[in-house]
């Protein structure tokens, strides 16, 4: 090797950090909240909510998130991810027996909202990552509450609508949170969370249900490197016209900055090119975020059952996007791996988390 390649090569290891190519590793990953919310939420009245309540609880338990858990951390800890983006982040209370569910469903006067909690996925995930991510923001959106019928038999009801056959009041909270990898050269600053004004409301006999969704986002720093993280989750039901309005208004508030944005989350919206079969308005969130380049986009959508071994992704819904736009050293999908299924024979979760490699610029 010659004396000036030789110098050289010491003249940029003596250059500082500020001068030297930066690299952050970010993951989306949805974590399934356990249950299509579906019977219950389009549910024409309120017995029928019931009912599906009964559905979806029973779900939720099948779907058995503490093993879950296991493999959606071992992804999480592999990924190295510096940032990282969950949706779906459930909360399930239970109360029992059952006092007419909680407002805004409950028809009952003075029923109290459930405080036992059955599952908290945050937790549980926390207990497999141990030390190696801490929570940096968490986001409270959807919750409601409605009497469960969990063995279809109205004979065995309970409290002021056991003629329903209400068993139990389950109640859900949806969370958006972010979490930081222990020992990431990544600092972090300040933290914002809000709500969409734009959302679904169903209505449940005659009861109107406001779906909150939203977003997280953290001020960030790698060496003189600043960007901004945002991670969110637009609405999945209803008009399609709902999440396009979401998006603009993300585009009006957390993403409106001259600072580097890093945009991650399930915007259930894509590239037509890449979902099959596409649906008449499912781009139209999508393309709402003008100006951010893609840098994560795999099928990462959705298996329509966790127990079977041959389903595939055929969506592209979960995303990390950039603006300005940065360069992927690489991307790669997870959760899509039998290797990956619980001993009892269920995927990690009906979305695959997707993880970039992006180049800051100088």
Not at 28 to 47: E, V
């Amino acid at each position: 090797m010659s004396r000036v390649l030789i110098a050289l090569l010491g003249a940029l290891l003596l250059l500082p950090a500020s001068a030297q190519a930066q690299e952050i590793t970010v993951m989306t990953r949805n974590l399934f909240l356990g249950a299509d919310l579906s019977p219950a939420i389009n549910a024409p009245g309120i017995p029928e909510a019931i009912n599906g309540a009964g559905t979806v609880w029973n779900e939720v338990q099948a779907t058995k998130f503490n093993e879950r858990a296991v493999p959606l951390a071992k992804e999480i800890k592999a990924s190295k991810a510096d940032l990282v983006g969950l949706q779906e982040v459930a909360l399930w209370h239970v109360q029992q027996p059952s006092d007419g569910g909680a407002p805004p469903i409950s028809p009952v006067a003075g029923a109290q909202p459930a405080t036992t909690v059955a599952f908290d996925f945050l937790a549980l995930l926390q207990k497999q990552l141990g030390s190696s991510y801490k929570v940096v923001v968490v986001n409270e959106e959807f919750q409601a509450e409605l009497p469960v019928n969990a063995d279809g038999n109205v004979a065995t009801g309970t409290g002021p609508l056991a003629g329903f056959g209400a068993d139990l009041d389950a109640r859900l909270t949806m969370r958006d949170v972010i979490l930081v990898r222990k020992g990431s050269k990544v600092k972090l600053g300040k933290t914002r969370k809000g709500h969409f004004k734009t959302r679904y409301e169903p209505n449940v006999g005659g009861l109107k249900i406001p779906v909150d969704r939203g977003w997280t986002s953290v001020e960030a720093k790698l060496g003189q490197r600043k960007f901004r993280f945002v991670n969110t989750h637009l609405e999945a039901f209803g008009d399609t016209k709902i999440r396009e309005a979401q998006a603009k208004e993300l585009m009006a508030g957390p993403l409106k900055t001259k600072t580097q944005v890093v945009l991650v989350g399930d915007l259930n919206s894509g590239i037509a090119r890449h979902n099959q079969p596409e649906k008449p308005g499912d781009d139209l969130a999508f393309k709402a975020l003008k100006g951010f380049k893609d840098n994560g986009a795999r099928q990462s959508c959705c298996f329509s059952s966790l127990t079977d071994p041959r389903a595939v992704f055929d969506h592209t819904v979960d995303h990390v996007l950039t603006k300005p736009g940065l360069k992927t050293v690489r991307a790669r999908v997870t959760g899509n791996d039998v290797g990956e299924r619980t001993a009892s024979g269920l995927w990690p979760s009906d979305h695959g988390g997707v993880i970039s490699r992006l180049r800051l610029r100088g």
